[in-house]
């Protein structure tokens, strides 16, 4: 067996993992299982505005938002710097309320999805955790609400395997990466060499 032969055989060997992992990850991307409830987007419950409230804006703010929720009146600038919330009484800058508050918040804004999110809130280090584990953060400069289950965690994980990923470490997965799309093609022009040959 010639060494072209010899070599493109090794690294044909080399690529079936990662020719499986692509296979089967781009199968889950093109299908898209429950991409929907693990992606979906989770907002503030808002509701109309109780009482008119008179502001001045500063030369400084590049957006307003005013809002209602269970908690009150919300008032929302952003700056150069990004997203603050403000007392809308005396414009000074509001503070994060008590956790009671937040989980009143949060489970506003979940009771419409119990299936996904059940019904109990459980603070932790990484947020609030429901029921049913899925992970809440609250964003209070800007009011808004991410969500992430364990669906959500097996989707990412799965793009990070199909993109070589496989470490943890960014500088090893992009060599890592590198490394695979540089074997892939020494392989099909080795096989492509070999086509001609035989020829």
Not at 31 to 37: D, F, L, V
Not at 81 to 100: H, I, K, M
Not at 187 to 197: A, D, K, M, P, S
Request: proline fraction near 5%; charged fraction near 20%; hydrophobic fraction near 45%.
């Amino acid at each position: 067996m010639s060494l072209p032969r010899r070599l493109h055989r090794f690294l044909g060997w080399c690529l079936i993992l990662p020719f499986f992992i692509w296979a089967l990850t781009g199968l889950v991307f093109f299908i898209k299982p429950g991409y929907q409830a693990a992606f979906s987007y989770l907002t503030v419950q808002s509701y109309p505005i109780s009482k008119a409230i008179q502001i001045t804006p500063k030369p400084e703010w590049q957006e307003i938002k005013l809002l209602q929720t269970v908690l009150g009146l919300h008032l929302m600038v952003k700056q150069s710097d990004g997203w603050q919330q403000l007392n809308p009484e005396d414009l000074t800058l509001r503070s994060e309320p008590a956790v009671d508050d937040i989980q009143l918040l949060i489970k506003d804004a979940i009771r419409f999805d119990p299936q996904r999110y059940g019904q109990e809130l459980q603070k932790t280090e990484q947020g609030f955790v429901t029921d049913t584990g899925v992970t809440i953060q609250l964003d209070w400069a800007s009011l808004s609400l991410s969500q992430q289950g364990k669906d959500t965690e097996l989707i990412n994980n799965l793009y990070k395997a199909h993109y070589l990923q496989w470490t943890g470490h960014k500088t090893l997965d992009q060599i890592l990466g590198v490394a695979g799309l540089a074997v892939l093609m020494l392989t099909t022009v080795l096989g492509v060499l070999l086509l001609i040959r035989r020829r």
